[in-house]
């Protein structure tokens, strides 16, 4: 396995370095064999080089087995036709990584709403300016008075995120909830539902609801325990993970991959964002990075018929869990005081412990 690092902006960089121990501490342990080199994007990479994303790095990505992107800064970059491209986006897009798989669970230990639940969200379309043409953006001011922004859905984005939502809800708890505004986006959103009622003719074992965004949001609010697998349209989906996650105990516990099942391409990106405001403190908590690595592993294991990965996976996992539950274990955002680096080592050090102390 070889895995291209791209630690990025803000509190990337630390965070980052607290998950390689991580996945060091994991690679030692299950004899993975997992090699990684670093690139820079970002700010990093538009010092160096005029833009926050280089060509080279996204064809080196291509020659990877996984990604492991930091946080990007991206309110703050340039211009796009003046270096900064969305880094993120570039990823998803020119490497087709459409499903943004993203989790949110309760851990009994720490204050949260009841869940466990996951949302499947389409990431190469829909309302972002920066994929949803062929040349230019899809935001746009014809006079200094009017914005305009479009929309784009297609057949293959409604039909193959629908049917990895179907897929994952049959590993779980056979429930798929659609989110969608098709009383008010009759022709868009009523696409995307078309695609997904025709996709789950292939799963009759598979409940299927269809709700109101608005109405789910207020529905997470109140009893997220509800819900299983949850698929809808980019945009939609980007807002309901972060209040999932926030909602399950902190956006600091949001993991996260983006991935494609036909090409095997796979990236682990931290849900939430750069935190430039405590760039540089050790106080930044690493836990999304290091739970997305865990399932990017895991993940890798299920398509290629690895154990050995999918026990890393699954031990990370575990390791997290096993050192938030002391509360001195705890960075800042969760009423502790343990830096982001102490927190890593804290973590590797449970990955490294032998299978009879640990239960794997």
Known sequence: MRFLVLPCDGIGPEI???TMEVLEAANARFGLGIQSDHEDVGFPSLEKYGTTLRDEVIEKAKTYDGIILGPQSHMDYPPRDQGGPNVSGGFRVRLDLYAN???????PFLPGKKMDLVIMREATEGFYPDRN?????????????VALSIRKLTSKGCERIAREAFKLAMRRGRKVTAVHKANNFIITDGFFMDWVRKVHEDFPEV?????IIDAMAAHLVRDPSRYDVIVSTNFYSDILSDLASELSGSLGLAGS???????GRVCAQAQHGSAPDIQGQNIANPCSLILSVAMMLSWLGERNGDEALMKAGAEIDRAVDAVLEKPENRTRDLGGSVGTDAFGAL??????RPA???GV
């Open 257 to 263: 991959i983006n991935a494609n099942a036909e090409t």
């Open 101 to 107: 798989i993203r989790p949110a669970r309760t851990r």
């Open 207 to 211: 409940e299927l609801n269809e709700v």
């Open 356 to 358: 009879a102390s640990s």
């Open 347 to 352: 973590v590797a050090a449970e990955v490294a």
């Open 133 to 145: 043409m062929f040349k230019g953006l899809g935001e746009f001011m014809p006079t200094e008075d």
């Open 16 to 18: 980052t370095k607290a």
